[in-house]
């Protein structure tokens, strides 16, 4: 699987059955090149499902390879507590406007699972 300036290449998938696809922990940076918007699904363009999707997603199921996703893993906390992981911590974030550019918030892992849950058996191929 060929990369590009933003993805690195995935090699040959052929013998491999899956793929595990972990992201989200850094798609929630405030900087263009990093931002993903955990809002829309996996056909609106810029978000994090769509790039989820024609970045790992799409090209490994164009190979008969099948796709794990999974959501970020939490970032710990001094407290460790519900309200600590309701926040950036648990990839929940706040809108945010830097300048002119406006960083929508949103829950990173509820995308990955609301994304999953409206898959269909052909809905990706």
Known sequence: MNGSDTVPALGDASGDKFLIIGFGHNDEKTEPARYTNPNGDYKTEGSFANSLY??????????????????????????????????????????????????????????????????????WI
Request: net charge neutral; charged share 15%.
């Open 54 to 123: 024609v970045n790992y997603i799409q090209p490994a199921l164009e190979r008969g390879v099948i796709p794990v996703v999974c959501t970020p893993i939490a970032r710990l906390t001094n407290e460790n507590t519900k309200a600590s992981y309701d926040s950036a911590s648990g990839h929940k974030t706040q809108t945010v406007t830097i300048g002119d550019t406006v960083y929508e918030g949103g829950y990173y892992a509820q995308a990955i699972r609301d994304m999953c849950a409206s898959r269909t058996s052909s809905a």
